[in-house]
């Protein structure tokens, strides 16, 4: 069974750093491509950005690229999201996603989601 | 970045009748490979996104066949057929033709 679970959420005050992580099972986390996505209170659904299934390229929105940084370790099976200067619009719960294809099949999860909010 | 657009914001269904969301995206989703890049999702009350529709017509593994999508380069329509309680969340359509990848602002479905 595919699980995604994510970890490392909670209240942090604006201009602060904040780590999430990721645990993956149920497949070959070291074979796809992985991203980030987060929700805000408001449920608008925005894309963060992915990395390649080796950790040698990554893709950002580009509103976030500069605050934010995706990276992986594919010997523990965890992905994280390394979040910096964060701001109040940065509250929301952030998912960890696999969006893939085996050969035409899609292979789509989310992981239940963390909650993150900004305040002081 | 592509701006997918959808419409209603809400929509109120008695069960057993049909209901229909609209997705506009503001650029083609044609990609090369002649495959249409949108995607529907639902998310049930409480619960994670999960993957309904994918290449615009294409229903993912486990959704029953009420489900169905349409549409054109641009335009899009999702579609449930004989509406069932368990149909209740917030549907999003999402696009992965190039990046950033965006998504609409969603559109509840409610029980009446």
């Known amino acids: 069974e595919v699980q995604l679970v994510e970890s490392g959420g909670g209240l942090v005050q604006p201009g602060a750093s904040l780590k999430l992580s990721c645990v993956a099972s149920?497949?070959?986390?070291?074979?796809?491509?992985m991203s980030w996505v987060r929700q805000t209170p408001g449920k608008t659904m925005e894309w963060i950005g992915d990395?390649?299934?080796?950790?040698?390229?990554?893709n950002y929105a580009p509103s976030l690229k500069n605050r934010f940084t995706i990276s992986r370790d594919n010997a523990k099976s965890t992905l994280y999201l390394q979040m910096s200067n964060v701001r109040s619009e940065d509250t929301a719960t952030y998912y960890c996603?696999?969006?893939?294809?085996?050969?035409?099949?899609?292979?789509?999860?989310w992981g239940q989601g963390v909650m993150v909010t900004v305040s002081s | 970045d592509i701006v997918l657009t959808q419409a209603p914001l809400s929509v109120s269904v008695t069960p057993g009748e049909s209901a229909s969301i609209s997705c506009r995206s503001s650029?083609?989703?044609?990609?090369?490979?002649?495959?249409?890049?949108l995607y529907w999702y639902l998310q049930r009350p409480g619960k994670s996104p999960q993957l309904l529709i994918y290449?615009?017509?294409n229903l993912a593994s486990g959704v029953p066949d009420r489900f169905s999508s349409s549409g054109s380069e641009t335009d899009f329509t999702l579609k449930i057929s004989k509406v069932e309680t368990e149909d209740v969340g917030v549907y999003y359509c999402?696009?992965?033709?190039?990046?950033?990848?965006?998504f609409g602002s969603g559109t509840k479905l409610e029980i009446k």
């Open positions: 996603t696999i969006g893939a294809f085996i050969t035409t099949v899609p292979f789509d999860y």
């Open positions: 650029k083609s989703l044609l990609s090369s490979k002649g495959i249409t890049s």
């Open positions: 999402g696009h992965r033709l190039e990046y950033p990848l965006t």
């Open positions: 290449q615009m017509s």
């Open positions: 149920g497949f070959t986390f070291s074979d796809y491509w």
């Open positions: 990395i390649k299934y080796d950790g040698s390229y990554t």
